[in-house]
């Protein structure tokens, strides 16, 4: 079985690749890539990408905390320490900008998740088990009235918290099956435009209800189900201006798309770690 301090460091380098992966996706509607700042004239790519490094630490120490422990109060309450001092340092690289704050609380989680069953296990557990952590109440979280919690409440949409309280239902249902199948069909950039468009036509997502209320949400939608109907990709450029001059962003799919590349990496090393102890016993 793999150790502690090894894996570890495994999770913590999954989820900056990951997060890596997700900024590098190129062209992307209303999201920071190489190309464009999409809809954000705070953020850019290269800040992107800094702001994923410095967060290698981060998961690194909530993977340790979680070896081999269960899901409780008392571990949910030192990830979410920890993600707070993640968060810090974040906004210490970023200058005050808020670049991966949702991905620390998805991909965290599933962190946690793995390192709890010593990265032996499947998708559909990684995720029940991401649940269930994020189902306790951590005590210490300081009250914050975000953006996200202003629409999830004038709209009634159910917003990061309770995708992970269900177990990621929007990664189980659509990023991952459609990220897998167009694995079968197309190459792996093609499987994580078709997952990310996957996600923007099923999931509502604040960050679209906040930038352009229902309306810019419903337009999201439509849009992202009829490049994923048609197959072309092509019109991701198009949708990109459309979505830069509405001013929208689907920064919670962003995040959902780095959770599943992440949580296909770490089924995928642990196969292949399986495969290395197969072939050399």
Not at 165 to 179: D, G, M, N, T, W
Not at 188 to 213: P, S
Request: proline content about 2%.
């Amino acid at each position: 079985m793999i150790d502690a301090y090894q894996l570890s460091s495994t999770l913590a380098e999954l989820a900056v690749s990951s997060l890596i992966e997700e900024v590098s996706l190129t062209p992307k509607p209303g999201l920071v890539d190489r190309n464009d700042q999409g809809s954000h004239d705070d953020l850019t790519y290269h800040m992107m990408i800094e702001s994923a490094q410095s967060l290698r630490e981060t998961f690194y120490q909530m993977a340790f905390e979680s070896y081999g422990e269960k899901p409780s109060q008392y571990l949910r309450e030192r990830i979410g320490e920890i993600g707070r001092q993640g968060e810090m340092r974040m906004f210490q690289v970023t200058k005050g900008v808020n670049t991966h704050k949702g991905a620390i609380w998805s991909l965290g989680l599933i962190t946690a998740a793995a390192a709890i069953h010593c990265g032996a296990c499947d998708e559909e557990t990684l995720c029940f088990t991401a649940g269930e952590i994020a189902r306790y109440e951590d005590r210490f979280i300081p009250f914050q009235r975000t953006n996200g919690m202003k629409a999830i409440q004038k709209y009634g949409v159910l917003g990061a918290k309770a995708e992970a309280q269900l177990a990621f239902p929007h990664i189980r249902h659509y990023s991952l099956p459609e990220f897998k199948s167009s694995l079968q069909r197309y190459n792996y950039e093609i499987a994580k435009f078709r997952a990310l468009l996957a996600l923007m036509a099923n999931l509502d997502d604040t960050c679209l209800l906040h930038r352009g209320g229902m309306e810019g949400l419903i337009f999201a939608k439509r849009y992202a189900k009829k490049v994923l109907n048609n197959g072309n990709l092509e019109e991701l450029e198009d949708m990109n201006e459309q979505f830069v001059k509405r001013h929208l962003s689907p920064g919670g799919s962003a995040d959902l798309l780095a959770a599943t590349i992440y949580i296909y990496k770490i089924c995928q090393t642990q196969y292949a770690h399986q495969m290395e102890v197969v072939t050399t016993t």
